[in-house]
């Protein structure tokens, strides 16, 4: 079993960046695609950035594609999360997932991902 924790979140100001990252520890890191999620108040939780097991591939999601950057360092058992110019729409909780598959075929469905963190807060100002 994955366990993951996510650490980085804060509060910045609109235009802002912020960079998030999600430790993974249990079975082997690398044979995992990732996945980042997050869940504002009163609204579901919605994909973000995928990236699959070797790094080769990501996918975005509309709404941060061109902003947001997602990447792994697999000698470190790490995810990131890269984001800039930051919206206040940007507010919400974002979550590391990780999937049992090395690539997953539908990134932005939630039953593609296996193990979740919990979550860290991230606040954009206006």
């Known amino acids: 079993q994955v366990q993951l924790a996510e650490s980085g979140g804060g509060l910045v100001q609109a235009g802002g960046s912020l960079s998030l990252s999600c430790a993974a520890s249990?079975?082997?890191?690398?044979?995992?695609?990732m996945g980042w999620f997050r869940q504002a108040p009163g609204k579901e939780r919605e994909f973000v950035a995928s990236i699959s097991w070797s790094g080769g591939s990501s996918y975005y999601a509309d709404s941060v594609k061109g902003r947001f950057t997602i990447s792994r360092d697999n000698a470190k058992n790490t995810v990131y999360l890269q984001m800039n110019s930051l919206e206040p729409e940007d507010t919400a909780v974002y979550y590391c997932?990780?999937?049992?598959?090395?690539?997953?075929?539908?990134?932005?469905?939630?039953?593609?991902?296996?193990?979740w963190g919990q979550g860290t807060q991230v606040t954009v100002s206006s």
């Open positions: 249990g079975r082997t890191f690398s044979s995992h695609a």
């Open positions: 997932a990780a999937s049992r598959q090395g690539v997953v075929s539908r990134p932005a469905a939630l039953w593609e991902y296996d193990y």
